[in-house]
C-alpha cells in the first residue's frame, strides 16, 4: 500500500478511536452522575427477562 494513503488510513482510525473513547468517557461520566437510574433500569431489564 502506499505510505501516504495508509498514514492517511492510521489517522482516521486513530480518529474513529479517539472519538469512541470521548463516548465511553460520557456514558462513564453520565452513569456516575446517575447511579440510581442505572440501578432501576437493572431491575427493570431483570423484571423483563424473568
Known amino acids: 500500500m502506499n505510505a501516504e494513503l495508509e498514514y492517511s488510513v492510521m489517522q482516521h482510525h486513530a480518529a474513529e478511536l ?5 463516548e465511553q468517557r460520557r456514558v462513564r461520566e453520565a452513569s456516575k452522575n446517575r447511579p440510581s437510574e ?4 437493572s ?4 423484571f423483563l427477562a424473568s
Open 18 to 22: 479517539r472519538q469512541a473513547a470521548a
Open 38 to 41: 442505572r440501578r432501576h433500569r
Open 43 to 46: 431491575v427493570f431489564a431483570r
